[in-house]
């Protein structure tokens, strides 16, 4: 198996020593995880090793007899772990105030339609990108007004979110997207880091991106500090454990979770821009393709954490990443079951095989205001 770096250098590896040591480390740490109590750091340990070892598996099983290029997959990793991390970071606002948002597909889907059909008819990029942003804020204004105020079920205001947002950008691009004769405008351009890009592996990597790329790394950081070292953020948490503690103190529960959940949706809006805005510079119908789900999986895996979730956001970039990749190098495997890697690595996450993921206390329960 050959694995080359770009320009830099390449390694061929004997295929059947990495199985061999895989398998190995694979057996260890299963005899040790029967031995060991389930709150073991020892745990946490083992399953980050079989994590490593099973991506190194799978990738020298898919250059055995040919080259493969792991800098390129680890760079398109980034780029399509990008939608999935802002919908994270719009599952953490709205949970960690106590407001379940199933509706971020939704969410990101209306803002990619909307977003692209301002922008093809301003002719201008960042004018579309500012429409999808306000769009992702109204559906999210609906989805709280639902929930907050008139205290419908979370999981089916959500549905009913996810299904208008289907019927609404599909009548939109049959009527309007179909008959339009204007030239679709350019797709955001690809902004190189003066300096930093020319660094040999860090700068493709991390500094060779388009803006929304950039924008997410940016809003993960922001959103860490703001929720957990300010005093907006120790609200926000306050009121998604215990919403009539927090009343008690002067919080305003309402204000809090209205504001989240905003905030959130123009987040996902941002999401739903890099589809019609950033990769393809046109909306077709269900582009997002379940990419809020798996948004939703990342925030888990991330214990509803914005540090965790782009983690999670990263693992499922690099599984669909990995999937493209091996259907372009021709592997022998139905490229059906390759494009089921991502949603497959869903399933396994959110069966529980990170362990334990505790949500805030108050999620899903609407709160109502006694006087």
Not at 138 to 163: C, E
Not at 183 to 208: C, I, T
Not at 281 to 296: P, Y
Not at 360 to 369: F, L, Q, R
């Amino acid at each position: 198996s050959t694995l080359r770096f770009a320009r830099l250098s390449q390694l061929v590896i004997g295929s059947q020593w990495v199985f061999a040591s895989c398998g190995a480390i694979w057996i260890i740490t299963g005899i040790l995880a029967l031995v060991s109590s389930p709150s073991s750091r020892l745990l946490t340990l083992s399953l980050g090793l079989n994590t490593l070892g099973f991506v190194t598996v799978i990738l020298i099983w898919a250059s055995m007899g040919r080259r493969l290029e792991v800098l390129g997959i680890l760079t398109q990793s980034i780029r399509l772990a990008t939608p999935i991390a802002l919908g994270a970071l719009a599952g953490v606002l709205c949970e960690r105030c106590g407001v379940i948002n199933i509706a971020i597909e939704g969410m990101m889907l209306s803002a990619a339609c909307l977003g692209f059909t301002v922008a093809l008819y301003a002719q201008h990029i960042w004018i579309g990108v500012l429409a999808a942003i306000i769009s992702g804020a109204v559906m999210a204004a609906f989805h709280a007004i639902l929930t907050i105020h008139w205290r419908v079920d979370q999981i089916i205001s959500g549905t009913v979110i996810n299904m208008l947002a289907v019927g609404l950008t599909g009548f939109i691009r049959r009527t309007v997207l179909l008959h339009n004769l204007r030239e679709a405008p350019a797709v955001l351009p690809r902004w190189p880091v003066p300096g930093l890009s020319e660094v040999p592996v860090l700068g493709k990597l991390f500094f060779l991106h388009q803006p929304l790329v950039y924008l997410m790394f940016v809003l993960v950081l922001v959103v860490h500090v703001v929720l957990f070292y300010t005093r907006w953020g120790l609200r926000t948490r306050a009121v998604g454990e215990h919403p009539q503690a927090a009343d008690t103190v002067g919080i305003r529960v309402f204000v809090v979770r209205y504001r989240n959940v905003i905030a959130g949706g123009m987040i996902a809006g941002l999401g739903g821009a890099w589809f019609s805005l950033e990769t393809v510079g046109n909306f077709e119908d269900l582009m997002t393709n379940g990419k809020g789900f798996i948004a939703l999986a990342a925030m888990i895996f991330g214990k509803w954490t914005p540090l965790g979730a782009l983690g999670g956001a990263l693992l499922f970039g690099f599984a669909d990443a990995l999937q493209i990749k091996l259907q372009i190098a021709g592997v022998k495997v139905p490229y059906q079951f390759l494009s089921m890697t991502p949603y497959v690595v869903t399933m396994i996450v959110l069966a529980g095989v990170i362990g334990r993921a505790r949500p805030p206390a108050a999620i899903g329960v609407p709160y109502e205001k006694h006087t």
